[in-house]
């Protein structure tokens, strides 16, 4: 007596190799794609970023009086007159630059329908520059921002007094400026992690 029952298939849901390759390519082209978008965003809003910063603080300047042991004292005021506040302005400068080259060269390529990187090498130079400037425009915050607190709290010993009540216009263009410039500094954090997740896709 012999057995005619037949083995089952081995699997009847099996995708052609060629469409199992074409899924991919295309999942990876999308993911891709999405990338380069928020890569030219971040170079857009960064850029813009910086120039407003760079507005804001270069048009700080009042002046005004205050009173200091009966005396009246003219003030003025002017962002030129503190170094902190110039390494701010040449930093974000340096980095509007940086965001304009990276911007122009990303759109060009995807205008061309190519990677926004050209080799690794391209990436890991570009992921390299992205936390130099970052480390560099923090640096330029803290120091910007140490001038700022002692212009608003005064100084003890000899006691001097808040230079912001009198010259409040020049403080408030000051911190909008170290806003904009720390708000800088996230944008680039996250550029550099966009860069890492290209390296390691």
Known sequence: ???DLKPPPE??????????????????GKLSRNYDVMHVVLRIVSLSASLISIAVLTSAKEKSTVLIYGFQLSLYSKWSFSGSFEYLVCVSAVVAFHSLLQLVMT?????????????????????????????????????ATG????NRTGIKHPPLPNFCKPLHSFCDRVGVSIAFAFFNCFLLAVSTVLDVVWLTN
């Open 1 to 3: 007596m012999t057995n």
């Open 107 to 143: 759109s060009s390529r995807m205008l061309r329908k190519s990677s926004i990187f050209s080799s690794r090498n391209h990436a890991w130079i570009i992921f390299a520059s992205d936390q130099v400037f970052a480390y560099a425009m923090m640096s330029a915050v803290s120091a």
């Open 11 to 28: 699997s009847a849901t099996q995708l052609p190799a060629d469409q199992t390759t074409t899924t991919t390519t295309t999942r990876v």
């Open 147 to 150: 001038v700022t607190n002692l």
